[in-house]
Each structure stands twice: as structure tokens, then as C-alpha cells.
């Protein structure tokens, strides 16, 4: 996949796009203590709170996991605690644009626009991913689910590769899986996603996100269940939130034994690519470098 135009944020811009989110964060976490609901800093966010006590310096996202059944739990109850006026949960039930498996908390009244997604009629706004963790199988059969899920993924994100894949072939190929309604996309992802929970033996020793990331064996993304036995507070930005009891062996699964050093300078960016920016205050940036 081509990249294709991104903004270029400055130091300032990138520190003014990390608050932005932190608000969001924070109220993802207000909302799940007063709902009772567990949930887990991820990815570079858990990174952030484990080395820097906050943001990795470069980082331009934040994630949190949340077990299934809690994430199914937040989805039913998010309207009830939300505040409303300044955010709105998005989720494949109350966006019928919306193409992704997973949910995410954005704030009203601003804009941001992944590079090649302005094709998807869905709505936008500054946010963070809300990611569910699946049962994980321990035989041949999690990678028969990976490579189905996998598959129904290209089917929702074919929108986009029919305008950014790189080569004509896979421009067509995208162009013909876009024919494919999203919601059997959607409904067979969670039913292999979940077939697991299905199962007679429901305390498996696995949990697995996205069931596809990675190579077909699962090993990115595979976790031990006893990591999530619990919580703990970490600090993050001078704010508290929660972690898995084990993140140490999450963070060596992710980002190896060394997670823990700096990285070379070439290494030092974020992953986030935006065509189009605008903050709370109204500024605004585009690929283009206007504002």
C-alpha cells in the first residue's frame, strides 16, 4: 500500500495532537470506572506509561484492549456515561460507514482523516482505538481463523486499497472485494473472532487481537490470559490509568526483550498517517500544509 499525502506535523503540532487525545483518554477512562468496566492501556500508549511515564516522544496514537465481553459491555452502556457534548463512541451499530472491527472514542467538533479514507463515508474526529481481545485457539484452527479474518478485513478496508494500492492488479482485486456488502464482512469477521468463546472449554491459555495480525501462526498479538488477571495504575501524563498485571510479557510479545531502550533516530516516528487535521480550536492542517 502507498502511503500517498500525509500531514507533516512539527514538534508542536505533534505535542498539541498528543493532548488532544489524552482529553479523550481520560474520558474513556472516566466512563469505564463509573460503569464498572475493566480495560488495558495497549501498544505504544503502554509502552509510553511503562519507559516515559507518558507519551514515547514520536508517538501520535493512543490504544486501549478491552477483554470481549467488557468491549460488547462498553458498546451497550457508553451512551448512558458519556459526556455527550464534547465526544461520541463510533462502533459498526451506530455508524453504518464505519469499516473497522473495533471501536473508537472521538471528539465532536474536530476532524482527522487517515491518509486514503476520505473515500469512506463514515464519521470523523480526533480519537483513540478501542480494541477487543479474543479467545485464542491452541491448534491448527487459529490459523484457519487468522487467514479468515485477515481476508474479511481487506474486504472492509477494500474502499481504500481500490485508490492506494500501489500496483494496478491489486487496485482491481480491491476494487472487486469493495463489491462485497459490509456487513457479511463485519458478521463473518465476529463470528470467527469469537468462535472460540463458542467452544466447551472457554478458559483457553490465549488471547488474541485482530486474530490476523502478523503471520498466520498468531504469534504477534498472542498473549497469555494470566496477563490480564487484573489491573494495575500506571502513571501516564501525570494522569492514572489502568494496565494489565502482566505487561511486562505484553510489551516483550510486542515490542521484544529491549523494549525498554530508545530506539535509533531513523526509528523515532509515529505510525499515523492523517490527510487532514483539525484540532478543538479550530486550526486546522492538510496534506497540503495549509491550515
Known sequence: MEVGRAVALDASHLRKLQLELL??????????????????????????????????????????????????????????????????FQHTGNDMGYRWVYGKLRRKGTAYVRTGQSVIRQKTGLCIDVFPLDEGYEDWWQSI???????????????????????????????????????????????????????????????????????????????????????????FEGCKFLAPRGYDGVLRVNYEDSYMEIPPPQDRHGHVYAERIRFSDGEELCAEGGT
Open 145 to 235: 481463523v487468522n487467514g479468515g479474518c485477515y481476508f474479511c478485513r481487506k474486504i472492509l478496508w477494500s474502499p481504500v486499497g481500490a485508490r492506494q494500492s500501489a500496483s494496478f492488479g491489486k487496485r482491481l482485486l480491491f476494487r472487486t472485494l469493495s463489491l462485497v456488502p459490509r456487513n457479511w464482512a463485519l458478521a463473518c469477521h465476529r463470528r470467527l473472532a469469537v468462535r472460540a468463546a463458542d467452544l466447551p472449554d472457554k478458559t483457553g491459555p490465549r488471547y488474541i487481537m485482530f486474530h490476523s495480525e502478523g503471520d498466520f501462526s498468531g504469534k504477534r498479538y498472542r498473549y497469555e490470559r494470566a496477563w490480564f488477571d487484573g489491573t494495575v495504575e500506571m502513571e
Open 23 to 88: 482529553e479523550i483518554y481520560k474520558e474513556f477512562d472516566r466512563i469505564c470506572r463509573a460503569a464498572h468496566i475493566p480495560y488495558f492501556m495497549s501498544g505504544g500508549t503502554l509502552l509510553g506509561a511503562v519507559r516515559h511515564h507518558g507519551f514515547v516522544p514520536w508517538d501520535d496514537d493512543m490504544d486501549v484492549e478491552m477483554l470481549r465481553p467488557h468491549y460488547d459491555r462498553f458498546c451497550e452502556v457508553v451512551d448512558e456515561f458519556i459526556d455527550h457534548d464534547r465526544f461520541f
